[in-house]
């Protein structure tokens, strides 16, 4: 806990497909952690199933990337060695959904146990070297069924006619029902962690929190069950699902994740574009974690209207003509004062949800066609405008963690 690099990594990972009646775009960060933990699978056309049968996961890990990415690449596998699972999405069209329900989460669920237990026999894991763990919120969409699993704080968000119709709750100690289970186990919740340590309550890996003798896998202090949340499709209304990482959602709600991305398909189909933008607005908005996010739109997303086109082409405008006149009052004024003046106007049609944040990255660009050498400068003392606040309230809540 509380490791934290002097100038955040901002390269980024990205990632898209269309195929199956959907489309998906992925972006990953490595951000201020010293380490990048995330890991992520996306497949449209999952093995032994129709073109329209897919799968899409966010792994967030912790104290380490190993678990994460093991799960990454093997937690479909465990899934669909159950032959529930499997005949069950086979025979969707003619199964109830109660009886859908029963094959699909029962093979995922035994798919997450049976993982927890082969993360086990990982030598670095069994021998206590490698104590890490991870999160994973993962989705399976069906021609009729959007199916989310999820373990852990990553979350997942549906969005329907720009609200937040389905989101996954997270898992955290403070939680009644987690608490109680916690306390059964003989642990306790200090400072809202497991034993005061861990920010999670379930998750896969974490094995120093799962030796209590004479309890199941799902009774253990940290669980490795997932929770389960199903929605029918409804191809004229659905518009995109979002699956992400705590380091989206500790700086952007359910509701302002909804407005942003539905306004920025307004302006772009482009899904990496929009999962960048997405992941550069919550590092500005001041998160400190790695982050990653897909993607998922349906046949009824936002399709991209003129209107919205021109709406950001005139931002943009208005944006180059404050910091050039800024610039042109003050050759020497600084990018993190440039910001500043700016956040202090009254500035209309940003993004919603995003707001200046979402721009930040536009405004250097500005600044550096402006300003070259200046700029090369400020990014030789500092990555990005937000840089020394983030860095020292990092380093104050690194201290606090440990």
Request: charged residues 25%; contains cysteine; hydrophobic residues 35%.
């Amino acid at each position: 806990m509380g490791a934290f690099l002097d100038k955040p990594k901002t390269e980024k990972y990205n990632e898209s497909k269309v195929g199956g009646g959907l489309k998906y775009g992925l972006s990953s960060m490595q951000g201020w952690r010293i380490e990048m933990e995330d890991a992520h699978s996306a497949i449209i056309g999952i093995p032994d199933q129709k073109e329209t049968v897919c799968w899409f996961a966010v792994f967030d890990g912790h104290a380490g990337s190993r678990v994460s990415a093991h799960c990454s690449h093997h937690l479909l596998d465990c899934i669909r060695t159950n032959d529930d699972f499997t005949s069950s999405l086979q025979q969707e069209h003619t199964l109830t959904k109660d009886e859908l329900r029963k094959g699909v989460e029962g093979g995922i669920k035994r798919g997450f146990l049976e993982l927890d237990e082969k993360l086990r026999k990982i030598p670095e894991v069994a021998s206590g070297e490698d104590k890490s763990g991870t999160t994973a919120v993962c989705s399976l969409i069906t021609d009729k069924y959007l199916i989310i699993a999820n373990c852990g704080d990553s979350r997942a968000v549906f969005c329907v006619g720009g609200q937040p119709a389905l989101a996954s709750q997270d898992h955290k100690p403070s939680n009644e029902l987690e608490r109680e289970r916690i306390q059964n186990a003989g642990g306790s919740v200090l400072i809202q962690r497991v034993n005061g340590s861990l920010a999670v309550s379930r998750a896969l890996g974490d094995f120093e929190y799962k030796n209590v003798e004479g309890r199941a896998p799902t009774q253990q202090l940290v669980s490795p069950e997932p929770e389960f949340y199903v929605k029918e499709r409804i191809p004229e209304q659905d518009e995109f699902l979002v699956l992400a990482c705590d380091g989206v959602w500790d700086v952007m709600t359910n509701q302002e994740i909804c407005d942003f991305i539905g306004g920025r398909l307004k302006v772009t189909d482009n899904l990496e574009t929009i999962c960048n933008e997405v992941i550069d607005t919550c590092l500005y908005k001041g998160s400190r974690d790695n982050m990653s996010i897909i993607i998922i739109t349906f046949p009824s997303v936002p399709k991209v209207d003129p209107l919205a086109v021109k709406a950001e082409k005139d931002l943009h405008d208005l944006l180059e003509k404050k910091v050039t006149d800024l610039v042109g009052f003050d050759s020497d004024i600084e990018l993190s004062a440039v910001h500043q003046y700016l956040q202090d106007e009254d500035i209309q049609g940003l993004p919603p949800g995003g707001g200046l944040a979402s721009k930040k990255v536009f405004i250097e660009e500005v600044y550096k066609k402006l300003l070259p050498e200046k700029y090369e400068n400020t990014q030789d003392e500092c990555p990005n405008p937000l840089a020394s606040l983030l860095f020292h309230n990092a380093k104050g809540a690194a201290v606090e963690d440990n």
